[in-house]
């Protein structure tokens, strides 16, 4: 490619020496300097022959025609994944991540979900939890083999207290939650939720049950899905580690920053009273 630009360079440069009168002598020693712009080549040729009597230096620029005549625009055919600009979440923004874990069992399903706790601002700036996060139980009851109707599933929300009371739940422990959802209204005890959670008789895990009373839809349900000990270890391992997130814990200790950490420790070392320094 190169060589056939020079050539036609050449070819060129002949002509209009020819057409002014001056002889064209091909010097070995030419020195090119290129640079591409947009769609354009200019060349900048210094003739330093020493067979021409002239010591002058003379300045040719030759503008060629568009660089994709002579140089094949390559696209690639193949390109691994990566996420654009346009797909790819705003500046500063997380994107919002869903998650859940599912027990699928010959009777039921059951659905395990986070909900993540709600802030309100402060005149201050500053924001405050105003309601903590919970873990949302969805049961199905099975419509098949390996089947679930979906359009039936009940639902329990686990509250931070209701959490603790199942991690620490023993091998032979078992307890019960009572939720009304219309409690303080009009409606209030129409709709009964009771969920126990009993060992199996084997020892071998636990009996989860849900009983669903609706006065109001004229539905009473009850769905029960047994968890082995290692499922239940795996609901207790999320529980613990999801506990201080639902709190709100995390936002705090993220806001901590040494400087001003350090900055209200020092303004109020007369006011601070320690317990551990009665």
């Known amino acids: 490619m190169v060589q056939q630009l020079l050539s036609s360079s050449n070819f060129s440069i002949k002509t209009q020496l020819q057409s002014y009168g001056q002889p064209f002598l091909p010097?070995?020693?030419?020195?090119?300097?290129?640079?591409?712009?947009?769609?354009?080549?200019?060349?900048?040729?210094?003739?330093n022959c020493a067979s021409h009597t002239t010591p002058s230096k003379l300045l040719l620029s030759v503008k060629?025609?568009?660089?994709?005549?002579?140089?094949?625009?390559?696209?690639?055919?193949?390109?691994?994944?990566s996420p654009s600009l346009s797909?790819?979440?705003?500046?500063?923004?997380?994107?919002?991540?869903?998650?859940?874990?599912?027990?699928?069992?010959?009777?039921?399903?059951?659905?395990?979900?986070?909900?993540?706790?709600?802030?309100?601002?402060?005149d201050s700036g500053a924001f405050k939890v105003s309601r903590d996060g919970y873990i949302l139980l969805q049961f199905a009851p099975a419509a098949g083999v390996r089947q679930y109707d979906w359009s039936r599933k009940q639902a329990f929300s686990l509250s931070v207290s209701e959490i603790g009371s199942l991690v620490s739940l023993g091998a032979r422990d078992c307890c019960e939650f009572f939720h009304d959802p219309n409690k303080g209204k009009s409606d209030e005890g129409k709709v009964r939720k009771v969920l126990k959670v009993e060992p199996l008789p084997d020892g071998s895990g636990y009996f989860f049950n849900l009983n669903v009373q609706n006065k109001l839809l004229n539905v009473d349900e009850s769905v029960y899905i047994p968890i082995s000990k290692a499922e239940f270890a795996v609901l207790i391992s999320v529980f613990n580690f999801i506990l201080p997130y639902l709190l709100g814990w995390h936002v705090f200790a993220d806001s901590i920053k040494p400087d001003d950490s350090n900055r209200v420790n020092s303004s109020n070392t007369r006011t601070v009273d320690y317990e551990w320094s009665r």
């Open 27 to 47: 010097c070995p020693s030419l020195s090119f300097h290129t640079s591409i712009i947009t769609h354009n080549i200019q060349l900048k040729l210094t003739k």
């Open 64 to 81: 060629c025609r568009q660089s994709s005549e002579y140089f094949e625009q390559s696209s690639p055919k193949c390109s691994s994944f």
């Open 87 to 122: 797909s790819s979440p705003a500046v500063g923004v997380p994107p919002k991540v869903f998650v859940g874990h599912s027990i699928y069992k010959g009777k039921a399903a059951l659905t395990v979900d986070p909900k993540a706790p709600e802030f309100v601002p402060l």
